[in-house]
């Protein structure tokens, strides 16, 4: 098949819902690995993201997606780190159990930003070792000002937690 036909195909979507779950997963596993992620991480988030448990084992993961429990635990561990995917425990289990919360891309911009602080600072004192007529200090104060512009101009958390607030008042079933 050629590209366009995939093109064309994903598209269309799956053919019928039983499809679906394991269409989006490889769907939402292209996109990430776009990103230049791995691909068995985004098969992961992409799962997690349409589970509806109250959380799935390393095992189940590696089942279900045709991967090895070890990578199944160091892509886990990954997604952990960058908010994306939340370790539960269940009384009286040993197993690890992981799931998404359900505003995973809440906790996404909160850990971006973070991140974002922490480049800006590193940028900020970078520059003060930089030779202000050099190609480096240009490239040092364009990091500084991208990240200060993201955290002062796009939509971080509270913009989100206000886009919700008004979505869900807006979508709220009328009494």
């Known amino acids: 098949m050629t590209r366009d036909m995939d093109d064309a195909a994903d598209a269309a979507g799956p053919a019928d819902r039983r499809d ?12 990430w ?3 230049g992620a791995s691909p068995i991480e985004g098969r992961i988030a992409g799962y997690l993201l349409l589970d509806e448990s109250a959380g799935v084992s390393a095992a189940e993961l590696a089942s279900e ?3 090895s429990r070890g990578s199944v635990s160091t892509y886990v561990r990954k997604l952990i780190d960058r ?3 939340t370790l ?5 289990d040993r197993t690890h159990y992981y799931r998404m919360d359900s505003d995973v891309w809440g906790r ?8 974002l602080e922490k480049q800006r600072g590193l940028a900020t004192q970078a520059l003060a070792y930089t030779d202000p007529s050099g190609p480096a200090y240009a490239r040092v104060r ?3 000002d991208y990240m200060s512009w993201i955290i002062d101009n796009r939509m971080l958390p ?14 709220a079933p009328s009494s």
């Open 20 to 31: 679906f779950s394991r269409w989006f997963v490889e769907r939402f596993a292209d996109y």
């Open 33 to 35: 690995q776009s990103t």
């Open 65 to 67: 997606l045709g991967a």
């Open 83 to 85: 908010g994306f995917v």
């Open 88 to 92: 539960v425990r269940k009384p009286r």
């Open 108 to 115: 996404f911009l909160e850990t971006e930003h973070t991140y």
């Open 142 to 144: 364009n990091m500084r």
């Open 158 to 171: 509270s913009e989100w937690n206000r886009f919700k607030s008004e979505r869900d008042e807006r979508d």
